[in-house]
């Protein structure tokens, strides 16, 4: 299920880095099952602080719902409170990335964590669909370095697990760039990957050829 990379949102998958929080419990996913939590946790890349206001700004939602989704947040560990700035009180990620992984033996788990990766899939996916609609006031040399995928193989659990390890393992060399500019090569600009490895579930009646 989404597990969030840096420096941006991810799935049912082990953490990317040991700094990863691991979401289990099925509170705490289902206080992430919201589009606009999901939108505010985007935003808490790591070293990132913003206050209600600025999360209000970034989204477009107003500031009383901002600050009520952070609460609520908060309630379940996911953001806490920074460092005030004179009378600015702004919040922060708990943790650099989290996973969600369901835990089997709390009946409330798995159904929480599929509604969450339904959700986040969505959200992704309506990311993509406005870059799409805004894609050609850009340069072409920066469309054309973008790519959407869909490829379809035969494997074993172990080869899918390898594919879905390495998948996220990709963006590693770009680590420590959200918090640290310097860092950022000359030109750079955000951008992101969405990637999902999943099979097809066996028929009972036998596996198609």
């Given at each position: 299920?989404?597990?969030?990379m840096?420096?941006?949102?991810?799935?049912?998958?082990r953490?990317?880095s040991?700094?990863d929080?691991?979401?289990?419990?099925a509170?705490?996913?289902k206080?992430?099952t919201?589009?606009?939590?999901?939108?505010?946790l985007?935003?808490f890349?790591?070293?990132?602080?913003?206050?209600?206001?600025?999360c209000?700004?970034?989204t477009g939602?107003?500031?009383?719902?901002?600050s009520?989704?952070?609460r609520?947040?908060?309630?379940?560990g996911?953001v806490e409170r920074?460092?005030?700035?004179?009378?600015?009180r702004p919040w922060?990620a708990v943790?650099?990335?989290?996973?969600?992984r369901?835990?089997?033996?709390d009946p409330?788990s798995?159904?929480?964590?599929q509604?969450?990766g339904?959700m986040?899939v969505?959200?992704?996916?309506?990311?993509?669909?406005?870059?799409?609609?805004?894609a050609g006031?850009?340069?072409?040399?920066?469309?054309y370095a973008t790519?959407?995928?869909h490829?379809?193989?035969w494997?074993?659990?172990d080869?899918l697990?390898?594919l879905a390890?390495?998948?996220?393992?990709i963006?590693?060399r770009?680590?420590?760039r959200?918090e640290?500019?310097?860092k950022?090569?000359?030109?750079?600009?955000?951008?992101h990957?969405?990637?999902?490895?999943?099979?097809?579930i066996p028929d009972?009646?036998?596996?198609?050829?």
């Amino acid at each position: 299920m989404p597990e969030q990379m840096q420096p941006e949102v991810q799935g049912f998958t082990r953490p990317v880095s040991p700094d990863d929080a691991v979401i289990s419990q099925a509170d705490a996913i289902k206080a992430m099952t919201h589009p606009l939590r999901i939108r505010l946790l985007s935003l808490f890349t790591a070293g990132v602080e913003l206050t209600a206001t600025q999360c209000a700004e970034r989204t477009g939602e107003s500031v009383a719902s901002c600050s009520f989704h952070l609460r609520q947040l908060e309630k379940y560990g996911h953001v806490e409170r920074a460092e005030p700035h004179g009378k600015e009180r702004p919040w922060r990620a708990v943790s650099k990335g989290f996973s969600v992984r369901p835990d089997l033996a709390d009946p409330e788990s798995w159904p929480a964590a599929q509604a969450f990766g339904s959700m986040f899939v969505a959200e992704q996916f309506g990311a993509l669909q406005r870059w799409l609609a805004d894609a050609g006031r850009d340069d072409p040399a920066w469309i054309y370095a973008t790519t959407q995928t869909h490829q379809e193989y035969w494997a074993t659990r172990d080869e899918l697990d390898d594919l879905a390890r390495r998948l996220e393992e990709i963006t590693a060399r770009f680590r420590g760039r959200s918090e640290d500019p310097a860092k950022r090569p000359p030109g750079a600009r955000r951008a992101h990957l969405f990637g999902a490895v999943w099979s097809d579930i066996p028929d009972p009646e036998g596996e198609d050829a």
